[in-house]
């Protein structure tokens, strides 16, 4: 029986950059700026604007942050040419460091890794003179992160062991938690499962002493992915049904979304093992993997992820076919492939012809087997030659374009996000208020869900308290966001208005109390809804 291309969905790592931001983000931002203009002294207005360019960069405005860095950066240039004590110059040379770091963090934001590496090896550089084990193992840490979305394995492997050992000697679980996550996530990709695992479990055992359930739910599902690659189906299934619980209690959507797909795989690869010797049980395990496929493909319709509503189709289509329904599995892979030449999901294409020669061949059809072979090897004599490489390099060759395609579409990706925030200024005209809340209702274009939820909370920060829906329409369908400021989570529940929302779109959707996210099937009603329905919706349950 030949084997069935089936995509693997891992979670993405958790970078050591990553942080949080503040619930009172505009409240710092006034107050800093305040700082910054009755500075007494040079060195405390530096201070000062290192921390208002990084609460900046966590707000996403990165031309902001950008200019307190440079400003900060001239400043400590003025002070370390005239400092006398070594004290000074040593608070001096902090002060650059953390302003080197911060545009290291503006330029890895918006994919310009070159840029960013060269801002954190100088930070690195100071940190290591004064000797600042902490500074020098986040540094080390973000410079990993940045070679690994370079697809720099290697590298990336070798910062990381550093930041390890070093926040093993000072003690910081938390971090600790984060190196060993990230350990386990590149011998993921390198397909070494069983050192993964090592590290996941390092990582989770962390978790779950402080009671980070998201972070428990994250390492439940990779541990599962490890075991899965391992093929012990069963351990990679308590896993998987460990991390849906915690995600299905957070109502994370998206996350359900991946495990439902990946419980689907391993009933999926079940049911193939046992078709020939168990054919009662074969088919239980093919009905529970399609029952996982549908779930999964239904919540990614809901939000418009074309890569995995393509990847599930041809899952269902490779399980129809390996249950001998080549009808059923005709329609899906040509669905599959529809969406695959649409976006231009090239690996995914040239599996899909695969599976589409394999049916035909099944069927009997081998004119169309044919074609289908033909266009897999088609493309990959094309792209062997648009590339320069050799077939056999081709995969290769051909993850670092993709990874390439990633980064430009970060940085467009930002730009957008920039032309967003510009054109919402003058948000406060835009603001209504339903029985003293503040409600801003809008509809933002050319945005995905991450730009969206990150636009969300920038503006629920600028509004200090109320509540915030933004939408967006992409093919045919409508995707929501609702944004709750902390005060009013005893008074509204986001998934709840949102679900309400969405239900007047003909949609679902839901989500915690402070945020929630929703699709719907119908936009024509949207500039309806967004205008006067929602403000209804809201003031009914106040």
């Known amino acids: 029986m030949k084997t069935v291309f089936k ?61 307190n860095a440079k400003t900060a950066l001239q400043i400590s240039t003025v002070i370390a040419d005239g400092a006398i004590s070594a004290d000074l110059k040593q608070r001096v040379q902090n002060g650059i460091a ?52 370079q697809g720099n394995h290697t590298k990336a492997l070798g910062y990381y062991f550093k930041v390890l050992k070093a926040f093993e000697e000072l003690g910081d679980k938390n971090k600790m938690a984060t190196a060993y996550g990230g350990i386990g996530n590149i011998y993921g990709e390198q397909k070494q499962p069983v050192k993964a695992l090592d590290y996941y479990f390092k990582a989770l055992k962390i978790y779950e002493e402080v009671g980070d359930e998201n972070g428990m739910a994250t390492w439940f599902s990779n541990i599962g992915v490890a075991y ?94 390996n249950q001998n329904k080549y009808k059923e599995a005709e329609k899906y892979l040509l669905q599959s492939l529809k969406i695959d030449t649409s976006i231009v999901f090239l690996l995914h294409i040239e599996e899909t012809h695969e599976l589409l020669s394999q049916l035909y061949s099944k069927t009997g059809n081998y004119q169309k087997a044919l074609e289908h072979y033909q266009k897999v090897t088609s493309l990959i004599r094309d792209l062997s030659g648009t590339l320069k490489t050799e077939p056999s390099d081709l995969t290769e060759k051909t993850e670092k374009l993709v990874e390439a395609q990633r980064q430009l579409e970060k940085q467009l990706e930002s730009l957008r996000l920039k032309m967003a925030q510009a054109q919402l200024s003058d948000i406060e005209s835009r603001v209504r208020s339903v029985k003293d809340v503040k409600v801003l209702s809008l509809q933002i274009d050319a945005l995905d869900r991450n730009q969206m939820r990150s636009l969300a909370d920038t503006l629920r920060q600028r ?25 009013l989570t005893k008074r509204l529940h986001a998934g709840k208005i949102a679900q309400a929302i969405a239900q ?30 929602v403000y209804e919706i809201i003031g009914a349950m106040l």
């Open 228 to 321: 899965y690659h391992l093929k012990s189906y069963p351990k990679a299934l308590d896993y998987y049904f460990k991390a849906l619980k915690i995600d299905e209690k957070l109502e994370d959507k998206n996350g359900i979304a991946y495990i439902f797909a990946n419980i689907g795989l391993v009933y999926h690869d079940q049911a193939v093992f046992n078709q020939d010797s168990n054919k009662k049980e074969s088919d239980l395990l093919f009905s529970k993997a399609l029952d996982y496929y549908f779930r999964s493909l239904k919540i990614n319709e809901e939000f418009g992820n074309k890569n995995l509503i393509a990847v599930t189709l041809g899952n269902i289509g490779s399980l129809y076919t």
């Open 7 to 67: 995509y693997f969905l891992v979670c993405s790592l958790f970078l050591l950059s990553a942080t949080k931001l503040s619930n009172a983000q505009q409240n710092k931002i006034d107050s800093l700026l305040l700082l910054v203009k009755n500075a007494k002294s040079d060195s405390n207005k530096v201070n000062h604007l290192n921390i208002l360019s990084k609460e900046y960069i966590n707000s996403g405005s990165y031309d902001s942050a950008m200019l």
């Open 98 to 149: 953390v302003t080197y770091s911060n545009i290291g963090l503006i330029h890895w934001r918006q994919g310009e890794f070159p840029q960013a590496l060269d801002h954190y090896l100088k930070a690195l550089k100071i940190y290591e003179e004064l000797g600042n084990k902490n500074k020098i193992a986040g540094i080390q840490g973000n410079i990993g992160g940045i070679y690994l979305s």
């Open 504 to 533: 007047r779109l003909g949609g679902t959707g839901g989500g915690r109390p402070d945020l929630a996210e929703a699709g719907g099937k119908n936009p024509a009603l949207l500039d309806t809804v967004l205008n006067n329905e």
């Open 463 to 487: 509004l200090k308290s109320g509540v915030v829906v933004l939408a967006t329409t992409t093919d045919g369908k409508v995707s929501l966001i609702t944004a709750l400021t902390p005060d």
